[in-house]
């Protein structure tokens, strides 16, 4: 069950603007990127039984064995992929919805491919609440990401892959960036940029992502 957008009053903006100290504490610099993660309600994205730990800056689950990411990791990614100022955006594993819904407030458009049907209902409600008009879905195995509709400005990976797939970073456009985690016990924060055929890589920060999964599971 989901809150509605005006639901509750832990929801206030004093609530919101306490996270977003805490974001700038902890080193997010990028004003645009804050001011979405403060206009956009978090509430709506857990359940009803979670919506009054929406603002603490920690993960939270959604259910099928995802998270619901913490605000910071949220804000971090968002961050370094708008360092390339993306106009066309890719997401693998929509999720919830939140981090879709952050991306199409600073993005022209934004395609969000989901593994997982269930959740994938719930966001597109999500986006029809917030009246996100710029958000593309798809049902689809998550690692191939969404081929005919690249090449892609920006990629931003929501799960962690052991490696990244080659087909992926095939997707990302000549001056793109992908921001994604990678690995399995030890997990890594990464920034690609490609430069033609090369693809440089920078380790961002540890991090913990469940598993990148392949398979449709309706």
């Not at 892959?161 to 690995?183: C, H, I, N, S």
Request: with cysteine; charged share 25%; glycine share 8%.
């Amino acid at each position: 069950m989901m809150v509605a957008l005006d639901g509750i009053g832990m929801t206030s903006r004093r609530t919101r603007m306490r996270l977003i100290q805490r974001l700038r504490e902890a080193g997010v610099s990028d004003e645009r990127v804050l001011g979405v993660m403060e206009e956009v309600p978090r509430h709506i994205f857990v359940d009803e039984a979670l919506s009054h730990r929406a603002y603490e800056d920690t993960a939270l689950p959604i259910g099928n064995s995802q998270t619901l990411s913490q605000p910071y990791i949220v804000a971090r990614m968002t961050e370094v992929l708008m360092s390339a100022n993306p106009k066309k955006v890719l997401e693998l594993g929509t999720g919830s919805g939140y981090q879709t819904a952050i991306l199409a407030k600073l993005c022209d458009e934004v395609y969000s491919v989901e593994r997982i049907k269930a959740l994938q209902d719930q966001a597109r409600e999500r986006m029809h609440l917030l009246k996100l008009r710029n958000v593309m879905l798809k049902l689809s195995d998550g690692p191939m990401g969404w081929p005919d509709r690249g090449p892609f400005d920006g990629i931003i990976v929501t799960a962690a892959p052991r490696v990244l797939p080659q087909e992926l970073l095939d997707q990302l456009a000549d001056g793109g960036v992908m921001v994604a985690p990678v690995g399995e016990e030890r997990q890594v924060l990464v920034k690609v940029t490609r430069d033609g055929d090369q693809f440089h890589t920078e380790e961002m920060e540890p991090v913990r992502f469940v598993p990148l999964l392949g398979g449709v599971v309706r």
